[in-house]
């Protein structure tokens, strides 16, 4: 029964008991006689939905006060001027939370555009040819990985991250040498190091914790993250040997391996000691090289060695140490013959 006491006019009328109570007389276990005893608040309500529903189900005229008649329509034509606005409000509701639902989507979907990253991955033993945004391009080593921003064209510096060796001809887009703007700028991040460029041909070679940058032409700023890093101008035909705060300043011609040999899947060895080069094998196709004896791994080898397959590598390495080559769970082991 309390539950009449909230009822309005539309509830009694949807009320199947309250309808069977004024047309047959019918009150189940007198619930409605005992809530009208009760006086309770809403009795007007309770009145003119009684008189609405009796007009209704009437076969005779049902002669009432004029005035009460009026109130009863009036409240009938309240009752659909309020449905209606409630229909309309809810519609309104609905708008706005979906014009406000898109805009929170729309929101996010532009942050995430913004900060994410396009991400190109080589295999082992695998080379490839990418074309960032501006048209520069990367060669990517085997067992690398070069990321840019998705959204290259919102952000004030043209930035890649690289993890691996990469060759890279980046596209020169000043006009004036001595006034470049941000945008125009060329940003590579390698471990501990980031090489600043305007328009130049460079490897980098980022492993084993130390960084080798080799710079073909042009002219570019290298420096590093660490605190109390300094900074260094290349000019064409300098490499810079980085390993944390442990700087080599050298001539690219002599390094003990000429940094772009391997987009040739070659190794051209000046002094290149056999451990350098087990560790190039190593990081070109993920296979571990164990030798029987730990003196071979400072041997210095000079030559050209062929990297464009595995076998090929360790066929010319095992001649060239005079070794037998042995294969367990993917280890290759170099016996001395």
């Known amino acids: 029964m309390a539950k009449f006491d909230s009822y309005q006019f539309e509830d009694f009328l949807n009320d199947d008991s309250f309808i069977t109570w004024l047309k047959y007389g019918t009150d189940v276990n007198?619930?409605?006689?005992?809530?009208?005893?009760?006086?309770?608040?809403?009795?007007?309500?309770?009145?003119?939905?009684?008189?609405?529903?009796?007009?209704?189900?009437?076969?005779d005229v049902i002669i009432d006060d004029p005035q009460h008649q009026q109130q009863v329509w009036d409240r009938v034509e309240k009752g659909i001027i309020g449905h209606e606005r409630k229909r309309a409000t809810i519609k309104q509701l609905r708008i706005w939370s979906s014009a406000a639902a898109a805009t929170?989507?729309?929101f996010l979907g532009g942050l995430?555009?913004?900060?994410?990253?396009?991400?190109?991955?080589?295999?082992?033993?695998?080379?490839?040819?990418?074309?960032?945004?501006?048209?520069?391009?990367v060669k990517l080593n085997a067992n690398s990985k070069v990321s840019y921003y998705r959204a290259w064209h919102w952000h004030k510096l043209r930035e890649v991250w690289l993890q691996g060796e990469a060759l890279f001809d980046v596209k020169h887009l000043n006009k004036q040498p001595g006034d470049v703007k941000p945008n125009e700028q060329f940003v590579t991040h390698a471990g501990d190091v980031n090489v600043q460029v305007l328009g130049t041909l460079f490897n980098v070679k980022s492993r084993r914790n130390n960084v080798v940058v080799a710079l073909i032409k042009g002219k570019i700023k290298v420096s590093g993250t660490q605190p109390?890093?300094?900074?260094?101008?290349?000019?064409?035909?300098?490499?810079?040997d980085y390993q944390k705060n442990d700087v080599n300043l050298r001539l690219v011609n002599s390094l003990n391996n000429k940094p772009l040999a391997w987009t040739e899947h070659k190794m051209m060895a000046s002094g290149m000691s056999v451990g350098a080069i087990i560790e190039n094998f190593e990081?070109?196709?993920?296979?571990?090289?164990?030798?029987?004896?730990?003196?071979?791994?400072?041997?210095?080898?000079?030559?050209?060695?062929?990297?464009?397959?595995?076998?090929?590598?360790?066929?010319?390495?095992?001649?060239?140490?005079?070794?037998?080559?042995?294969?367990?769970?993917?280890?290759?082991?170099?016996?001395?013959k």
């Open 228 to 240: 109390g890093s300094h900074s260094y101008i290349m000019n064409s035909g300098q490499a810079i």
């Open 283 to 336: 990081d070109t196709y993920g296979n571990r090289i164990v030798v029987d004896s730990p003196a071979l791994l400072n041997k210095q080898i000079d030559g050209t060695i062929s990297v464009r397959t595995r076998e090929s590598t360790l066929y010319m390495l095992a001649n060239l140490l005079n070794a037998t080559v042995q294969e367990r769970d993917g280890v290759y082991y170099l016996k001395s």
């Open 112 to 137: 995430w555009y913004y900060n994410s990253k396009v991400e190109i991955t080589t295999g082992y033993g695998e080379h490839r040819n990418v074309t960032l945004p501006d048209n520069s391009l």
């Open 30 to 59: 007198g619930y409605w006689q005992e809530w009208l005893n009760a006086q309770p608040l809403n009795l007007n309500v309770y009145n003119e939905a009684r008189a609405y529903l009796l007009t209704v189900l009437s076969t």
């Open 104 to 106: 929170i989507c729309v």
